[in-house]
């Protein structure tokens, strides 16, 4: 018996992927319509009301997620990436779980890396749906806004600074269990972070860094490392990371491509 593997090559550009994934979303919302409306006899108004409760909302975000994977793929560093010294190899070498994303700026890294410090990650409706669809899920309690700018925000929500250099990288690192309703984070000493082992913890350390390619052109990298403390805790923060990933990892793409459309827009203007 042979079989036979179909490989569709598309390219790894935004316009491309988009178009992927926007096909692959609306086949997936023409079935569910018409497994609403066909097997279970719903009209066309009451199949859009569904959308007004939560388990179906939480259902439509999962496939817009779904939708975002082939973009998301672009920034998705290749292995190779992996192997590369990062700035989070002192604070977390071997971790439970990595994520590194990156994407190419066409503005110098100064202006890129000012654009990052300062941006309001809420400004971004994404980002507004996914918080309030967690805050309902866990049932967390609302809290008063932080610090605008988003250097700024991490640090009063209780983010340690680890590195920050004016040549374009910062990193932040805390202490937390991420799967609680409200979260606590909890900010180390650099010095102290490597050796942190307290039991049901997740030691958690992300990067901001910039990477001049050329004086108008930059790579924007964000990283992603997370470490449990225990193994019992592993095993819980594993469980909760198999389904939060799905609203983190759109976050931090969109929240790339929005830095890189201020980014042009200021190098624009100063041009």
């Known amino acids: 018996m042979s079989s036979t593997c179909v490989v569709i090559d598309v390219p790894l550009t935004i316009g491309s992927r988009s178009v992927m994934g926007g096909l692959a979303l609306v086949l997936l919302l023409i079935a569910e319509f018409a497994l609403s409306t066909i097997v279970f006899g719903n009209s ?49 070498a071997n971790p439970d779980v990595r994520e590194r994303f ?51 925000e991490m640090k009063s929500l209780g983010w340690g600074c680890l590195i920050e250099r004016e040549d374009g990288l910062f990193v932040a690192g805390a202490v937390c269990q ?12 650099p010095d102290q972070f490597s050796s942190f082992l307290v039991p049901a913890n997740v030691k958690i350390a992300w990067t901001i860094a910039t990477d001049q390619i050329s004086p108008g052109e930059t790579r924007l990298i964000t990283e992603t490392r997370a470490v449990a403390t225990d193994a019992a805790t592993r095993r819980r923060f594993l469980r909760y990371w198999r389904w ?12 790339l491509l929005a830095i890189r459309r201020a980014s042009e827009r200021q190098w624009r203007a100063e041009c």
């Open 44 to 92: 066309i108004i009451d199949h859009l009301r569904s959308y007004s409760s939560l388990p179906h909302a939480l259902g439509l975000v999962g496939q817009f997620a779904f939708g975002l994977f082939p973009v998301i793929q672009i920034g998705r560093s290749p292995k190779a990436d992996f192997a590369m010294p990062s700035a989070l190899d002192p604070f977390i």
């Open 178 to 189: 991420p799967w609680q309703a409200d979260v606590v984070f909890t900010p180390i000493p």
């Open 102 to 152: 990156s994407i190419t700026v066409r503005a110098p890294a100064g202006i890129v890396y000012k654009v990052a410090s300062e941006f309001d990650m809420q400004s971004l409706v994404l980002v507004k749906v996914i918080f309030w669809l967690r805050a309902k899920l866990l049932g967390s309690t609302p809290r008063a806004r932080p610090a605008p700018g988003l250097f700024a």
């Open 244 to 255: 939060a990933r799905f609203g983190i990892i759109p976050i931090r793409w969109v929240l």
